[in-house]
């Protein structure tokens, strides 16, 4: 079992930035493949981003490509979520999760979830 957990969320301003963290347990964080989701209100859960192993390849949704960043520090069991130039649509509550099989960016691929950070952006 692992547990994941978010925090990084909050209220900010079209344009401006927030860093999403996600801490996990377990003492092989290094061997999991990490993705970031969303959720806006009222809609299904979409991915975001996904990084590998090592964190030598990365993969974003077009929406975020060149201005959200994940990375991940094995050392510290976290992975993150840079997101800058922020917009009234990144609003949702976003989940870090663990994937298991299948493509990365479905969610039924993924088999570890955390409880969810909210981020909401002004205009």
């Known amino acids: 079992q692992v547990q994941l957990v978010e925090s990084g969320g909050g209220l900010v301003q079209a344009g401006g930035s927030l860093r999403l963290s996600c801490a996990a347990s377990?003492?092989?964080?290094?061997?999991?493949?990490m993705g970031w989701f969303r959720q806006p209100p009222g809609k299904e859960r979409e991915f975001v981003a996904a990084?590998?192993?090592?964190?030598?390849?990365?993969y974003y949704t077009d929406s975020v490509k060149g201005r959200f960043t994940i990375s991940r520090d094995n050392a510290k069991s976290t992975v993150y979520l840079q997101m800058n130039s922020l917009k009234p649509e990144d609003t949702a509550v976003y989940y870090c999760?663990?994937?298991?099989?299948?493509?990365?960016?479905?969610?039924?691929?993924?088999?570890?979830w955390g409880q969810g950070t909210q981020v909401t952006v002004s205009s």
């Open positions: 990084i590998s192993w090592g964190g030598s390849a990365t």
């Open positions: 999760a663990v994937h298991d099989s299948g493509t990365y960016y479905y969610t039924n691929g993924y088999k570890y």
């Open positions: 377990g003492r092989t964080f290094s061997s999991y493949f």
